[in-house]
């Protein structure tokens, strides 16, 4: 299995990114697939899953500003950001969902490489 995540980069306050993660070699409409973010020396952060029938989950940091999406002809899950923070700074990572609970990073197999995501003030 393999996850690509792209569209970080720099964006000022309120602005907005789109990121995409492309999967392969996965039978990808079967899984709930999830983006998580890690902040230099924090812990990797839930911040969405969306399930394989679209039901949608948001940490509360960015429940109204951020959506996910996913296209299963593409295998690609979407994460649209916007009205963005400086403390949404963070890598982004993507997530094949294979456990009980969505904000546990332990219950991910495989995870994309991450793109960065840097928010200016």
């Known amino acids: 299995v393999q996850l690509q995540a792209s569209g970080g980069g720099l964006v000022q306050a309120g602005g907005s990114l789109r990121l995409s993660c492309a999967a392969s070699r996965l039978t990808f409409y079967n899984y709930d697939m999830a983006w998580f973010r890690q902040a230099p020396e924090k812990g990797r952060e839930f911040v969405a899953v969306?399930?394989?029938?679209?039901?949608?989950y948001y940490s509360d940091s960015v429940k109204g500003r951020f959506t996910i999406s996913r296209d299963n002809d593409k295998n690609t899950v979407y994460l649209q950001m916007n009205s963005l923070k400086p403390e949404d700074t963070a890598i982004y990572y993507c997530?094949?969902?294979?456990?009980?609970?969505?904000?546990?990073?332990?219950?991910?197999?495989?995870w994309g490489q991450g793109t960065q995501v840097t928010v200016s003030s």
């Open positions: 969306i399930t394989m029938n679209g039901i949608r």
């Open positions: 997530a094949v969902f294979m456990g009980e609970r969505y904000f546990n990073p332990d219950n991910y197999r495989y």
